[in-house]
Protein backbone atom coordinates (compact mmCIF):
# COMPACT_ATOMS: atom_id res chain seq x y z
CA UNK A 1 0.00 0.00 0.00
CA UNK A 2 1.43 3.24 -1.27
CA UNK A 3 0.64 6.86 0.75
CA UNK A 4 1.62 9.34 -2.10
CA UNK A 5 2.86 12.82 -1.07
CA UNK A 6 4.99 11.77 2.08
CA UNK A 7 8.59 11.25 2.69
CA UNK A 8 9.61 7.26 2.12
CA UNK A 9 10.32 6.74 5.86
CA UNK A 10 6.32 7.08 6.05
CA UNK A 11 5.15 5.25 3.06
CA UNK A 12 3.86 2.11 4.90
CA UNK A 13 0.45 2.16 7.40
CA UNK A 14 2.33 1.32 10.50
CA UNK A 15 5.03 4.23 10.22
CA UNK A 16 2.14 6.76 9.60
CA UNK A 17 0.42 5.53 12.41
CA UNK A 18 3.74 5.55 14.59
CA UNK A 19 4.58 9.06 13.77
CA UNK A 20 0.74 10.25 14.94
CA UNK A 21 1.09 8.38 18.42
CA UNK A 22 4.56 10.16 18.96
CA UNK A 23 3.27 13.55 17.88
CA UNK A 24 -0.06 12.70 19.65
CA UNK A 25 -2.07 13.03 17.10
CA UNK A 26 -5.78 11.92 16.40
CA UNK A 27 -6.39 8.88 14.35
CA UNK A 28 -9.24 7.41 12.78
CA UNK A 29 -9.78 4.43 14.71
CA UNK A 30 -12.12 2.98 12.77
CA UNK A 31 -10.04 3.23 9.76
CA UNK A 32 -7.31 1.59 11.62
CA UNK A 33 -9.43 -1.39 13.07
CA UNK A 34 -11.78 -1.61 9.74
CA UNK A 35 -11.80 -5.31 7.80
CA UNK A 36 -10.31 -4.06 4.87
CA UNK A 37 -7.92 -1.27 6.04
CA UNK A 38 -6.45 -3.45 9.09
CA UNK A 39 -4.57 -5.42 7.06
CA UNK A 40 -1.87 -2.79 6.52
CA UNK A 41 -1.81 -1.84 9.79
CA UNK A 42 -1.42 -4.97 11.52
CA UNK A 43 0.55 -6.42 9.14
CA UNK A 44 3.94 -6.90 9.52
CA UNK A 45 6.42 -6.26 6.53
CA UNK A 46 7.60 -9.54 5.00
CA UNK A 47 9.53 -9.47 1.76
CA UNK A 48 8.93 -5.76 1.18
CA UNK A 49 5.25 -6.70 1.07
CA UNK A 50 2.74 -6.72 3.91
CA UNK A 51 1.54 -9.95 5.57
CA UNK A 52 -2.40 -9.21 6.61
CA UNK A 53 -2.81 -9.32 10.17
CA UNK A 54 -4.93 -11.85 11.68
CA UNK A 55 -8.04 -12.23 15.12
CA UNK A 56 -4.89 -13.13 17.15
CA UNK A 57 -3.09 -9.84 16.70
CA UNK A 58 -5.75 -7.60 17.99
CA UNK A 59 -3.44 -7.18 21.29
CA UNK A 60 -0.17 -6.38 19.11
CA UNK A 61 -2.82 -3.82 17.88
CA UNK A 62 -3.60 -2.13 20.98
CA UNK A 63 0.31 -2.41 21.96
CA UNK A 64 0.28 -0.04 18.37
CA UNK A 65 -0.92 2.57 19.44
CA UNK A 66 1.16 2.89 22.66
CA UNK A 67 3.26 6.08 22.84
CA UNK A 68 4.91 4.10 25.92
CA UNK A 69 5.77 0.95 23.08
CA UNK A 70 7.54 3.67 21.37
CA UNK A 71 9.47 5.13 24.05
CA UNK A 72 10.87 1.77 24.50
CA UNK A 73 11.63 0.85 21.47
CA UNK A 74 14.02 4.36 20.91
CA UNK A 75 15.87 3.39 24.37
CA UNK A 76 16.33 -0.27 23.36
CA UNK A 77 18.15 0.79 20.23
CA UNK A 78 20.44 2.55 22.03
CA UNK A 79 21.20 0.11 24.30
CA UNK A 80 21.64 -2.06 21.49
CA UNK A 81 23.91 0.29 19.39
CA UNK A 82 26.22 1.09 22.94
CA UNK A 83 26.41 -2.54 23.10
CA UNK A 84 27.34 -3.55 19.52
CA UNK A 85 29.76 -0.59 19.84
CA UNK A 86 31.63 -1.53 23.37
CA UNK A 87 34.33 -3.69 24.17
CA UNK A 88 33.05 -5.88 27.15
CA UNK A 89 29.89 -6.54 25.33
CA UNK A 90 28.36 -10.22 25.59
CA UNK A 91 26.89 -11.85 23.00
CA UNK A 92 24.46 -13.43 24.39
CA UNK A 93 23.05 -10.75 26.18
CA UNK A 94 23.03 -8.58 23.00
CA UNK A 95 21.17 -11.00 21.05
CA UNK A 96 18.49 -10.91 23.55
CA UNK A 97 18.25 -6.81 23.68
CA UNK A 98 18.49 -7.48 19.50
CA UNK A 99 15.50 -10.40 20.17
CA UNK A 100 13.37 -7.87 22.38
CA UNK A 101 13.62 -4.99 19.98
CA UNK A 102 12.53 -7.06 17.46
CA UNK A 103 9.57 -8.25 19.38
CA UNK A 104 8.72 -4.57 20.33
CA UNK A 105 8.69 -3.55 16.73
CA UNK A 106 6.23 -6.22 15.60
CA UNK A 107 4.61 -4.99 18.23
CA UNK A 108 4.96 -7.87 21.01
CA UNK A 109 5.44 -6.97 24.76
CA UNK A 110 5.11 -10.00 26.28
CA UNK A 111 7.77 -11.16 23.43
CA UNK A 112 9.98 -8.48 24.27
CA UNK A 113 9.23 -8.69 28.10
CA UNK A 114 10.16 -12.46 28.15
CA UNK A 115 13.89 -11.23 26.49
CA UNK A 116 14.36 -8.38 28.93
CA UNK A 117 13.57 -10.96 31.62
CA UNK A 118 16.75 -12.09 32.00
CA UNK A 119 18.42 -8.59 31.67
CA UNK A 120 19.02 -6.88 35.36
CA UNK A 121 19.68 -3.61 33.63
CA UNK A 122 16.66 -2.90 32.00
CA UNK A 123 14.47 -3.33 35.22
CA UNK A 124 12.75 0.29 34.45
CA UNK A 125 12.05 -0.46 30.91
CA UNK A 126 10.15 -4.12 31.96
CA UNK A 127 8.41 -2.18 34.46
CA UNK A 128 7.00 0.56 31.81
CA UNK A 129 6.17 -2.10 29.58
CA UNK A 130 4.38 -4.26 32.16
CA UNK A 131 2.66 -0.72 33.39
CA UNK A 132 1.07 -0.32 29.10
CA UNK A 133 -2.76 -0.63 29.78
CA UNK A 134 -4.43 -2.53 27.17
CA UNK A 135 -6.84 -0.05 25.98
CA UNK A 136 -6.96 2.73 23.08
CA UNK A 137 -5.61 6.24 24.34
CA UNK A 138 -7.64 9.08 23.96
CA UNK A 139 -4.80 10.84 22.91
CA UNK A 140 -5.39 9.11 19.46
CA UNK A 141 -9.20 10.35 19.11
CA UNK A 142 -10.09 13.23 17.32
CA UNK A 143 -12.18 14.49 20.62
CA UNK A 144 -12.10 17.86 19.70
CA UNK A 145 -13.52 16.97 15.98
CA UNK A 146 -16.06 14.46 18.09
CA UNK A 147 -17.53 17.46 20.31
CA UNK A 148 -17.92 19.90 17.56
CA UNK A 149 -20.11 16.66 15.91
CA UNK A 150 -22.05 16.16 19.56
CA UNK A 151 -22.87 20.08 19.26
CA UNK A 152 -24.09 19.87 15.65
CA UNK A 153 -26.04 17.20 16.86
CA UNK A 154 -27.85 19.11 19.85
CA UNK A 155 -28.33 21.86 17.57
CA UNK A 156 -29.93 19.76 15.15
CA UNK A 157 -32.28 18.40 18.04
CA UNK A 158 -32.84 22.03 18.74
CA UNK A 159 -34.18 22.67 15.65
CA UNK A 160 -36.54 19.36 15.68
CA UNK A 161 -38.23 21.13 18.55
CA UNK A 162 -38.34 24.41 16.75
CA UNK A 163 -40.36 22.19 14.03
CA UNK A 164 -42.97 20.92 16.93
CA UNK A 165 -41.40 17.71 18.37
CA UNK A 166 -40.29 16.98 21.75
CA UNK A 167 -37.30 16.03 22.42
CA UNK A 168 -36.14 13.83 25.77
CA UNK A 169 -32.51 12.92 26.72
CA UNK A 170 -31.27 11.03 28.79
CA UNK A 171 -27.46 10.93 30.44
CA UNK A 172 -26.74 7.15 31.94
CA UNK A 173 -23.46 5.75 32.83
CA UNK A 174 -22.25 2.45 32.20
CA UNK A 175 -22.74 -0.22 34.90
CA UNK A 176 -19.70 -2.06 33.68
CA UNK A 177 -18.63 -2.39 30.22
CA UNK A 178 -20.26 -2.23 26.18
CA UNK A 179 -19.93 -4.29 23.37
CA UNK A 180 -21.55 -3.59 20.39
CA UNK A 181 -21.67 -5.40 16.64
CA UNK A 182 -19.11 -8.14 18.48
CA UNK A 183 -20.17 -10.47 15.92
CA UNK A 184 -19.95 -8.21 12.90
CA UNK A 185 -17.46 -8.07 9.89
CA UNK A 186 -13.70 -7.65 11.32
CA UNK A 187 -10.59 -9.39 9.99
CA UNK A 188 -10.21 -10.29 13.99
CA UNK A 189 -13.83 -11.79 13.60
CA UNK A 190 -14.75 -9.82 16.65
CA UNK A 191 -16.13 -6.08 16.31
CA UNK A 192 -16.63 -3.07 17.73
CA UNK A 193 -19.38 -0.54 16.25
CA UNK A 194 -17.28 2.90 16.15
CA UNK A 195 -17.99 6.21 14.69
CA UNK A 196 -16.72 5.73 11.12
CA UNK A 197 -15.15 9.23 11.02
CA UNK A 198 -14.53 9.94 14.40
CA UNK A 199 -13.30 6.71 16.03
CA UNK A 200 -15.63 6.75 19.16
CA UNK A 201 -17.77 3.91 19.88
CA UNK A 202 -21.47 4.73 19.81
CA UNK A 203 -24.89 2.44 20.40
CA UNK A 204 -26.86 2.68 17.14
CA UNK A 205 -30.22 4.19 16.97
CA UNK A 206 -31.58 1.09 15.89
CA UNK A 207 -29.99 -0.96 18.70
CA UNK A 208 -31.41 1.10 20.83
CA UNK A 209 -34.89 1.25 19.52
CA UNK A 210 -34.68 -2.82 19.15
CA UNK A 211 -33.61 -3.16 22.59
CA UNK A 212 -36.59 -1.03 23.99
CA UNK A 213 -39.09 -2.79 21.63
CA UNK A 214 -38.17 -6.06 23.23
CA UNK A 215 -38.36 -4.35 26.96
CA UNK A 216 -42.00 -2.72 25.74
CA UNK A 217 -43.31 -6.58 24.91
CA UNK A 218 -41.79 -7.91 28.30
CA UNK A 219 -43.65 -5.53 31.09
CA UNK A 220 -46.88 -5.79 28.13
CA UNK A 221 -47.04 -2.16 27.78
CA UNK A 222 -50.98 -1.25 26.24
CA UNK A 223 -50.50 -2.94 22.78
CA UNK A 224 -52.06 0.45 21.01
CA UNK A 225 -49.42 2.44 22.86
CA UNK A 226 -46.69 -0.46 21.70
CA UNK A 227 -47.83 0.09 18.11
CA UNK A 228 -47.72 4.22 18.14
CA UNK A 229 -43.78 3.98 19.48
CA UNK A 230 -42.59 1.48 17.41
CA UNK A 231 -45.12 1.19 15.04
CA UNK A 232 -46.48 -2.26 13.19
CA UNK A 233 -46.72 -3.99 9.40
CA UNK A 234 -49.30 -1.15 8.73
CA UNK A 235 -47.50 2.15 9.70
CA UNK A 236 -44.50 3.41 10.97
CA UNK A 237 -43.86 4.37 14.66
CA UNK A 238 -44.02 7.83 15.55
CA UNK A 239 -40.84 7.92 17.86
CA UNK A 240 -37.58 8.39 16.88
CA UNK A 241 -34.59 6.77 18.52
CA UNK A 242 -31.31 8.33 17.77
CA UNK A 243 -27.81 7.02 18.38
CA UNK A 244 -26.62 7.12 21.62
CA UNK A 245 -23.43 9.15 21.51
CA UNK A 246 -20.55 8.88 24.86
CA UNK A 247 -19.48 11.67 27.03
CA UNK A 248 -15.55 11.03 27.40
CA UNK A 249 -15.42 13.96 30.08
CA UNK A 250 -11.60 14.18 30.40
CA UNK A 251 -11.16 10.47 30.68
CA UNK A 252 -7.53 9.19 29.49
CA UNK A 253 -9.03 5.85 27.82
CA UNK A 254 -12.50 4.22 28.08
CA UNK A 255 -12.02 1.44 25.16
CA UNK A 256 -10.68 -1.43 26.45
CA UNK A 257 -9.02 -4.64 25.66
CA UNK A 258 -11.25 -8.05 26.41
CA UNK A 259 -11.01 -11.21 25.91
CA UNK A 260 -13.20 -14.49 26.37
CA UNK A 261 -12.03 -18.02 26.94
CA UNK A 262 -13.41 -20.76 24.91
CA UNK A 263 -12.56 -23.63 27.01
CA UNK A 264 -14.07 -26.47 25.32
CA UNK A 265 -13.89 -25.31 21.06
CA UNK A 266 -13.94 -28.97 20.00
CA UNK A 267 -16.84 -30.01 22.55
CA UNK A 268 -18.76 -26.58 21.10
CA UNK A 269 -17.91 -27.82 17.66
CA UNK A 270 -18.34 -31.40 17.28
CA UNK A 271 -20.55 -32.51 20.15
CA UNK A 272 -18.81 -35.31 19.77
CA UNK A 273 -15.94 -35.47 22.24
CA UNK A 274 -16.90 -34.63 26.06
CA UNK A 275 -15.73 -31.44 27.33
CA UNK A 276 -12.53 -31.97 29.89
CA UNK A 277 -9.46 -30.26 31.67
CA UNK A 278 -6.91 -31.71 29.22
CA UNK A 279 -8.34 -29.34 26.51
CA UNK A 280 -6.56 -26.23 25.79
CA UNK A 281 -8.63 -22.58 26.22
CA UNK A 282 -9.30 -20.72 23.03
CA UNK A 283 -8.77 -17.06 23.53
CA UNK A 284 -10.14 -14.47 21.73
CA UNK A 285 -9.65 -11.06 22.05
CA UNK A 286 -12.44 -8.12 21.87
CA UNK A 287 -12.42 -4.79 22.42
CA UNK A 288 -15.35 -3.14 25.02
CA UNK A 289 -15.95 -0.22 26.58
CA UNK A 290 -15.85 1.25 30.04
CA UNK A 291 -16.41 3.50 32.38
CA UNK A 292 -18.39 6.22 30.92
CA UNK A 293 -21.60 8.06 30.19
CA UNK A 294 -23.71 7.50 27.49
CA UNK A 295 -26.22 10.31 25.97
CA UNK A 296 -29.66 8.33 25.09
CA UNK A 297 -32.04 10.88 23.14
CA UNK A 298 -35.54 10.09 21.77
CA UNK A 299 -38.34 12.78 19.99
CA UNK A 300 -41.63 12.37 19.38
CA UNK A 301 -44.26 14.70 17.91
CA UNK A 302 -46.60 14.09 21.23
CA UNK A 303 -45.06 15.20 24.32
CA UNK A 304 -46.35 12.27 26.38
CA UNK A 305 -45.32 9.48 24.08
CA UNK A 306 -41.69 11.13 23.63
CA UNK A 307 -41.66 10.97 27.98
CA UNK A 308 -43.12 7.38 28.20
CA UNK A 309 -40.34 6.45 25.13
CA UNK A 310 -37.18 7.76 27.37
CA UNK A 311 -38.75 6.04 30.30
CA UNK A 312 -38.48 2.62 28.26
CA UNK A 313 -35.61 3.26 26.87
CA UNK A 314 -34.09 3.45 30.81
CA UNK A 315 -36.12 0.73 31.82
CA UNK A 316 -34.37 -1.42 28.52
CA UNK A 317 -30.93 -0.69 29.43
CA UNK A 318 -31.31 -1.01 33.46
CA UNK A 319 -33.03 -4.57 32.93
CA UNK A 320 -31.72 -5.96 29.52
CA UNK A 321 -29.20 -4.31 28.66
CA UNK A 322 -27.74 -3.59 25.22
CA UNK A 323 -25.73 -4.91 22.53
CA UNK A 324 -23.46 -8.46 23.22
CA UNK A 325 -23.02 -10.23 25.93
CA UNK A 326 -25.70 -8.90 28.22
CA UNK A 327 -25.84 -12.27 29.78
CA UNK A 328 -22.27 -11.98 31.18
CA UNK A 329 -23.22 -8.29 32.44
CA UNK A 330 -22.38 -6.21 29.78
CA UNK A 331 -24.16 -3.31 28.51
CA UNK A 332 -26.22 -2.26 31.68
CA UNK A 333 -26.65 1.25 32.31
CA UNK A 334 -27.49 3.34 35.58
CA UNK A 335 -28.61 6.87 36.56
CA UNK A 336 -25.01 8.67 36.05
Given at each position: MTFFNLPPELQDAKAVIEQAVRRGEGLNTSLILNKYANRYAVGLKEGGEWREGSQSELKRQIY?????????????????ERRRGGVSRTERGLERLEKALRAL??????????????????????????????????????LSLYESYERRFQEMLSVLEGQGWNVRQADLKLSWRLSVDLGAASVYETS?????????????????????????STIKIAKPLFEQIFGDINRKGEVLFFDALPLPEGK????????????????????????????????????????????FSVAARDEKLADEALRLVKGAVRELGVGAKTSAGYGFFEEG
Open positions: LLSEARLEVVEELRSAVEECDVEGALRELGRERAFQRLKEKLAGIRLALSCRLMPINLHRNYGVPVVPGSAVKGVTRHYADCFVVLDVMNVHYKKYYETQTEPPGDWMSPVPVFFLAVEGICYR
